[in-house]
């Protein structure tokens, strides 16, 4: 039989090179990028046309390349950053193996412009499908310029695998936010379609984050910082109270080199045991810097994947720090309170602290402040936003009860509480108890009589009922009362979560949001609901979409439903928060006007009465 072994011609090799390192424009994207970060580019720009398909650029003022070395670029394995095996083991750059300019141009049509500082003129090289097809001389500034069209051109059934230019874009975002997270120091500027849709500065690891993923990111992020034999750990992790129901904000880097690593992620999740359910996850952003000889950046094809040589040990350092980050900033000891599972809410308002100062507070406002007793409504602020639908739970506890039977039983109580029981009657400074028919417990409850005994309210659980009706209520009616925000806050949404704040915007506008566009990024929030505080707008947002995508644990809730159970939940009082007299009968009265009293709108007891009789049993 004849010889049939045959060397494939070097543009076949390529093609087939190309499958490896060219999964999609993406791919295009994180090899670009990383060229120009290499050639130590202190500015780069990203142009990205329908979604990479069209167009992927990338325009860097770093080194620049000679007219040979231009043309070298695109051989397959030809590249100047190692030149021997050994150099593999201390590597300092993103790229090692030449191969992604050839691949890239294997499948797609290049254009290339460069200049080194020493050349006058630059070097401009166009390739179609490997093939070169111009070069010439031309004027350009230092740098190197590399635009990569029409990709896939030659391979139709790669093309057609491609996702919808939205998606395409989705990948393309998240590979610039690995590289403009691990490179802070370089201005990133990122164009889709024409429009800039990042402009990021030169900054420090925490103006980058926020940069990339809004201001709302500035109160969120802890730092941490450990120095050790082994590795260097520095960054951010987000407080337990912002873990997310989905991956989001979740990034290693090691030697500035975005890595995947599920054993470190495990050991960040492991320091966060306790804090946060098990099905959320919290968010971090870590950079570790180790000996470049003890990382293998080489097990993989597309790079992230690593392997380090003393796992185990970058474990237990790594839990330790976040652990210790975590106490030092008082993020763990705030919530370690008695367990209750209602209070595990992914985030509190009483992280005021943190909050810029120019937020001003009414220190009168009262949500409970009760106007026109007796008429039914109930006020919030100066504004009527609640109506009571129906007292009959609430009559039917008092049947029978006289008024003053009822005064009588609390003045008692009073009277007590003055001789000691100090801790009981948690009431603001001067505060007067006399003839009031409530009492705060432990910050947790509200007690109050009731005909056949003692009445204990669970406060936050409470709250959450009257609060989740009040919302589906004006979800439904249309009847939120809105403040207009003197100066509009801007928040950044990703792509996804502007989809969802578009699908729910009508009931968000119900309840009395109020946005100028939900086309951009950025969205302008011109109005809120009154019982948000506008320090915890962008938070409340936050949930209001995470919960909502998940659409609340599964359940087969309503949209209205869901929205008023996320508000409920996040803004209702919690247990430790203090409430005046008037407030703790407000509570008590609106909790029975709501339609279902009892249960929480998470199916927990709101409140119970302890029996005459029950008590009775007590001084047998
Ligand atoms: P690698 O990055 O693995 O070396 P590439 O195929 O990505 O391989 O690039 C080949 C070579 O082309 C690089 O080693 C580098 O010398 C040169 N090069 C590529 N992009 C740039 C750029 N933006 N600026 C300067 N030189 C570049
Ligand atoms: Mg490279």
Known sequence: MADIIRLLPDHVANQIAAGEVVQRPASVVKELLENAIDAGATVIKLIVKDGGRT???????????????ARLSFERHATSKISSAQDLFNLHTKGFRGEALASIAAIAHVDMQTR?????????????????VSQEVVTAPKGTSIAVKNLFFNIPARRNFLKSNQVELRHITDEFHRVALAHPNIEFHFYNNGSEIFNLPKAKHRQRISHIFGSRMENRLVPVSEQTEVVNISGFICKPEFAKKSRGEQFFFANHRFIKSPYLHHAVTAAFE???????????????????ASIDINIHPTKTEVKFDDENT?????????????????VAPALDFEHDPNLDTPYSFKEKGAVLPQVTVDPTFNPFLERGKG???VSYGNQRVYQKTSSQGWEGLYEGLERDVYDDA??????????????????????????????????????????SGMLVIHQNRAHERVLFEKFLGEI?????????LLFPLELTFSKQELGILMEIRESLTNIGFAFDSLEAETVKVTGMPILVPE???GTVLDRLIADYKEGFEGGSSSQAEILAKVLAKNLAVRTGDLLDQESQMALVNNLFACKEPGFSPFNKLTYTIISEGDINKKFI
């Open 274 to 292: 306790g804090l946060i359910k098990s099905e959320m996850y919290p968010g971090y952003f870590l950079y570790l810097e180790v000996d470049p």
């Open 535 to 537: 320090s915890g707008i």
């Open 410 to 451: 609390f003045s008692s109580l009073t009277i007590e509480s003055d001789g000691g029981g100090q801790e009981a009657m948690n009431l603001d400074d001067g505060e007067t108890v006399q003839g009031a028919t409530t009492f705060q417990l432990k910050r947790k409850y509200v007690v109050s009589t009731v005909m």
């Open 116 to 132: 080194t500082e020493l050349q006058e003129l630059a070097t401009h090289i166009k390739i179609e499908g490997s093939k070169v």
């Open 476 to 484: 439904t009616v249309k009847q939120g009362v809105s403040q207009q």
């Open 375 to 377: 008429t039914g409504a």
């Open 314 to 330: 970058l474990y237990a350092i790594l839990r330790s720090t976040i652990k210790h980050s975590l106490g030092q900033f008082n």
């Open 55 to 69: 167009l992927v650029q990338v325009v860097d003022n770093g080194l620049g390349m000679s007219e040979t070395d």
